[in-house]
């Protein structure tokens, strides 16, 4: 069986919604599997010494309207959400727990719920309120869901993904992996593809 196409992504990075969209698509046209690996950017900013790119003037307009236009150019909705960015370790400590007690599946519908809910509704994933009523809408348990994103077994492992990421040699999201190469952005599609199809290049 081919490699799985490892993808990193933070709850709060419009790019990395946009990428959600399309991977599951893509691998499968060349049968490969997704691996998400939920984790924050604040983790990877501060290792390599970043900012978001709304943190910076001259960047924050480009930014806002590249964020649109690129969720448009995919054909997927998108509705800036306020605020942003957001912290989203609640969100990626419910994906780890569902990753790791009932399967991928649950862990990629619950990223999907979670990115379409921020990027198409608003809903601000760092209110608990929020998130217990997403998780409630998304078919979960909540207050399952709300013990464990306050159960340190799920704080450390979302601290291990960090640090899984930090050693794959991530820096920004999204994130892949594929076949040990690595490629940032969501504009690196066409390239993913090609590397799927023919191999390094």
Request: no cysteine; proline share 7%; aromatic share 14%.
């Amino acid at each position: 069986m081919k490699p799985a196409i490892e993808f990193y992504f933070d709850f709060s990075s419009p790019y990395a919604y946009v990428a959600n969209e399309w991977i599951d698509a893509l691998a499968a046209r060349h049968g490969r599997t997704v691996r998400r690996h939920a984790i924050l950017l604040g983790v990877a900013f501060a290792a390599a010494e970043l900012k978001s790119p709304v943190a910076y003037p001259l960047k924050r307009e480009y930014s806002l309207h590249d964020f649109a236009r690129s969720a448009r150019f995919e054909r997927v909705p998108y509705v800036q959400p306020t605020p942003f960015p957001i912290a989203t370790h609640h969100a990626a400590r419910v994906f780890w727990w569902l990753h790791d007690t009932q399967g991928d599946a649950p862990a990629a519908q619950w990223a999907r719920s979670a990115f379409r809910a921020y990027f198409t509704q608003g809903v601000v994933l760092s209110d608990p309120g929020a998130l217990r009523e997403l998780a409630q809408a998304s078919g979960l348990d909540a207050a399952a869901a709300e013990a464990a994103w306050n159960d340190p077994i799920w704080k450390d492992r979302l601290r291990e993904a960090n640090e899984q990421a930090l050693r794959a040699g991530l820096f920004g999201a999204p994130f892949f992996v594929v076949d040990g190469e690595p490629f940032w952005g969501n504009d690196r599609k066409a390239q993913i593809e090609r590397r799927l199809a023919e191999g390094p290049f």
